[in-house]
């Protein structure tokens, strides 16, 4: 299995890998609207393919932390990370969100946000993101809004609410 940046050619596999893993069409059509976003950035959209089948698919996009100041700090936001049913349990998932953070790293930026689920994210080194002066802007569970730094430092003197990249925020109108 590799893990690659997406291509243009992979738009209706990676719909459809969010389509049956999460049994919806909210989180495919969310790639989809989010790709059209400023928020977007091709190198952070990520997929896992063997023998020329895309098996998973990770996407980090362009938020902000907004401090009381309204003073803008960049971050990144992870989600969706969606593997096909007949190949989740195999560890696609986490090589996914691996890949994906070295190159968040790489490229320069300083934290990811993701909410998820409290026992699986804390393996990365994501931690609670209160701990961090950190708030969700909507409704959640305060164990399952985590945030890491991806370099040393990265969240110093940081805080503040998160602010999505917009089409997040059509899809939390829906829920």
Same mark, same amino acid.
């Given at each position: 299995? *590799? +893990?690659?940046?997406?291509?243009?050619?992979?738009?209706?596999? +990676?719909?459809? +890998? $969010?389509?049956? =893993?999460? #049994?919806? *069409? %909210?989180?495919?059509?969310?790639?989809?609207?989010?790709?059209?976003?400023?928020?977007?950035?091709?190198?952070?959209?990520?997929? @896992?393919?063997?023998?020329?089948?895309?098996? &998973?698919?990770?996407?980090?996009?362009?938020?902000? +932390?907004?401090?009381?100041?309204? %003073? *803008?700090?960049?971050?990144?936001?992870? /989600?969706?990370?969606?593997?096909?049913?007949? $190949?989740?349990?195999?560890?696609? #998932? *986490?090589?996914?969100?691996? @890949?994906?953070?070295?190159? @968040?790293?790489?490229? &320069?930026? !300083?934290?990811?946000?993701?909410?998820? !689920?409290?026992?699986?994210?804390?393996?990365? &080194?994501?931690?609670? /993101?209160?701990?961090?002066?950190?708030?969700?802007?909507?409704?959640?569970?305060?164990? /399952?809004?985590?945030?890491?730094?991806?370099?040393?430092? #990265?969240?110093?003197?940081?805080?503040?609410?998160?602010?999505? =990249? @917009?089409?997040?925020?059509?899809?939390?109108?829906?829920?």
């Amino acid at each position: 299995m *590799k +893990i690659r940046q997406e291509a243009d050619t992979d738009q209706l596999a +990676i719909y459809q +890998i $969010h389509l049956n =893993a999460f #049994g919806q *069409k %909210e989180e495919a059509e969310l790639v989809d609207a989010l790709r059209l976003s400023e928020g977007y950035f091709p190198e952070l959209s990520l997929v @896992a393919e063997e023998d020329g089948i895309l098996l &998973g698919h990770i996407l980090f996009t362009r938020s902000w +932390i907004i401090d009381a100041k309204e %003073e *803008k700090s960049a971050t990144l936001t992870l /989600a969706p990370v969606g593997v096909h049913p007949e $190949h989740q349990g195999k560890g696609i #998932g *986490k090589q996914l969100i691996l @890949a994906g953070l070295v190159k @968040a790293k790489e490229s &320069g930026e !300083h934290s990811v946000h993701v909410l998820g !689920h409290p026992s699986y994210y804390p393996q990365f &080194g994501f931690e609670t /993101a209160s701990s961090h002066g950190i708030q969700c802007p909507f409704p959640a569970p305060e164990e /399952a809004f985590m945030v890491m730094e991806l370099n040393p430092g #990265g969240l110093d003197g940081i805080s503040g609410k998160v602010q999505y =990249a @917009a089409p997040f925020n059509s899809m939390e109108s829906r829920s």
